[in-house]
């Protein structure tokens, strides 16, 4: 998914913190074993869109976090990821369609209030959370992906 990077150091330094092996954070968020967290710290790999939850609850630590960019304003597509859900899901929970979703998400089309109310209450935010002022589709903020 393009735009949305996980951060594989904050997982880590999260589980670090937690005092927890790879292997016990891989139990707690009910993942196979602790080569797959090895691997998401690394950056080899990103969790599936279920997994971060998990692994945030499994740490205490807020999912957002785990992802670049300015969490007072993130993203749809981030929303869409940390609610666990993929487009087709989020497309199935809103009454949208599939396309539509897309489209929002890649900022595409803007988003009509009738949508964001719709968005709103499938990803379980509030509906300013989805509404960025015009003009304003950048991820700036604290922590973006250093460029290369």
């Not at 090895?38 to 869109?49: D, F, N, T, Y």
């Not at 929303?79 to 487009?87: D, E, K, N, P, S």
């Not at 300013?128 to 589709?137: C, E, H, K, S, W």
Request: charged fraction near 25%; include cysteine; hydrophobic fraction near 40%.
């Amino acid at each position: 998914m393009s735009g949305v990077q996980f951060r594989g150091a904050v997982l880590r330094a999260a589980r670090q913190r937690a005092g927890l092996s790879q292997a016990e954070l891989a139990a707690r968020a009910g993942v196979f074993d602790g080569a797959r967290v090895r691997s998401w710290e690394r950056g080899a790999e990103q969790p599936s869109v279920g997994r971060v939850s998990r692994l945030a609850l499994a740490l205490g630590i807020d999912a957002l976090d785990m992802y670049y960019g300015d969490p007072s304003r993130p993203p749809l597509a981030l929303l869409r990821r940390v609610a666990g859900l993929t487009l087709k899901e989020l497309a199935r929970k809103t009454g949208l369609t599939y396309a539509r979703c897309q489209r929002l998400e890649q900022g595409v089309v803007e988003a009509t209030h009738e949508d964001v109310a719709k968005l709103a209450s499938a990803l379980n935010v509030p509906a300013v959370q989805l509404t960025r002022p015009a003009g304003d589709q950048s991820d700036s903020g604290r922590d973006q992906k250093p460029d290369g």
